[in-house]
T-cell receptor, first 117, second 112 residues
Framework: GAVVSQHPSRVICKSGTSVKIECRSL??????MFWYRQFPKQSLMLMAT?????????EQGVEKDKFLINHASLTLSTLTVTSAHPEDSSFYIC?????????????FGPGTRLTVL | GQNIDQPTEMTATEGAIVQINCTYQ??????LFWYQQHAGEAPTFLSY????GLEEKGRFSSFLSRSKGYSYLLLKELQMKDSASYLC?????????????FGTGTQLKVEL
């Protein structure tokens, strides 16, 4: 089946630094990718929809200037957490649907565990 | 917006059958998904329903009633490795494409 990768799998950084997370679709092209955040023992919360060649669409309450999304190619989307703070520590997961809007499968990357000290 | 409800926790015995329910209220409904998630890992796809009825896939089955805003995931012949969180997710078709909204998940514990 389709594969989505994320890098890095785990990152620890100091407060105030920026962290970039990459999401790649390995064997299919993804014009759309989704970024989720998951806090411990909570469900996945959609942060933004990444669109290839255009601006990302952010969910209500998500700061677009803090969480920068770039979808520069059909196989790569990046999420940059700028000036990270301890409250940004979370599990960040990307996903990509294959095919058209009516495709019934959305593949998830393995996730990135961010810890901000 | 969307409202998705699932029980927080369930416990079942190895070899038994368990049913995890999910109710939802949404507009623009375009399918319901069930995912399994082990701690610290990403969700893995289990099933998809867009029409009413039962979809069976091995030990897992999923049912949907669109008129009632209700779905369940049925797990048969439970194994210890089935201990995980089970996420119900509703897909909504918007002007910007499809979006998945997840329920809070049901933590299933399988005991001997």
């Amino acid at each position: 089946g389709a594969v989505v990768s994320q890098h890095p799998s785990r990152v620890i950084c100091k407060s105030g630094t920026s962290v970039k997370i990459e999401c790649r679709s390995l064997d299919f092209q993804a014009t759309t990718m989704f970024w989720y955040r998951q806090f411990p023992k909570q469900s996945l919360m959609l942060m933004a929809t990444s669109n290839e060649g255009s601006k990302a669409t952010y969910e209500q309450g998500v700061e677009k200037d803090k969480f920068l999304i770039n979808h520069a190619s059909l196989t790569l989307s990046t999420l940059t957490v700028t000036s990270a703070h301890p409250e940004d520590s979370s599990f960040y997961i990307c996903s990509a649907p294959t095919g058209t809007a009516f495709d019934n499968t959305q593949y998830f990357g393995p996730g990135t565990r961010l810890t901000v000290l | 917006g969307q409202n998705i409800d699932q029980p927080t926790e369930m416990t079942a015995t190895e070899g038994a059958i368990v049913q995890i329910n999910c109710t939802y209220q949404t507009s623009g409904f375009n399918g319901l998904f069930w995912y399994q998630q082990h701690a610290g890992e990403a969700p893995t796809f289990l099933s998809y329903n867009v029409l009413d009825g039962l979809e069976e896939k091995g030990r897992f089955s999923s049912f949907l009633s669109r008129s009632k805003g209700y779905s369940y995931l049925l797990l048969k012949e439970l194994q210890m490795k089935d201990s995980a969180s089970y996420l119900c997710a509703v897909r909504v078709l918007t002007g910007g494409g499809n979006k998945l909204t997840f329920g809070t998940g049901t933590q299933l514990k399988v005991e001997l």
